[in-house]
C-alpha cells in the first residue's frame, strides 16, 4: 500500500495512483475550498485522501 506525497493507493481499484493523475474536487465539511482539496481515483472516483493544498 503507497501512500506518500506522490502516490495514493486506491482500494476500490486495488492500485497506485499517482499524484499527478488524482481527480481534484472540493472538500465537503465547510473546510476552505483554497486551502484543501479531495484527492479522488481517475478510475473509480473513490475518495483517496483529502489534503491541504494552501502552500501550492
Known amino acids: 500500500?503507497?501512500?506518500?506525497?506522490?502516490?495514493?493507493?486506491c482500494e476500490t481499484c486495488d492500485?497506485?495512483?499517482?499524484q499527478s493523475?488524482?481527480?481534484r474536487t472540493k472538500?465537503?465539511?465547510g473546510l476552505d475550498p483554497d486551502n484543501w482539496q479531495t484527492f479522488c481515483c481517475p478510475e473509480c472516483g473513490n475518495r483517496l485522501q483529502t489534503v491541504f493544498v494552501?502552500?501550492?
Open 15 to 18: 492500485r497506485e495512483v499517482a
Open 54 to 56: 494552501g502552500g501550492e
Open 21 to 23: 493523475d488524482v481527480i
Open 27 to 29: 472538500t465537503m465539511g
Open 1 to 9: 500500500m503507497v501512500e506518500d506525497s506522490d502516490h495514493f493507493y
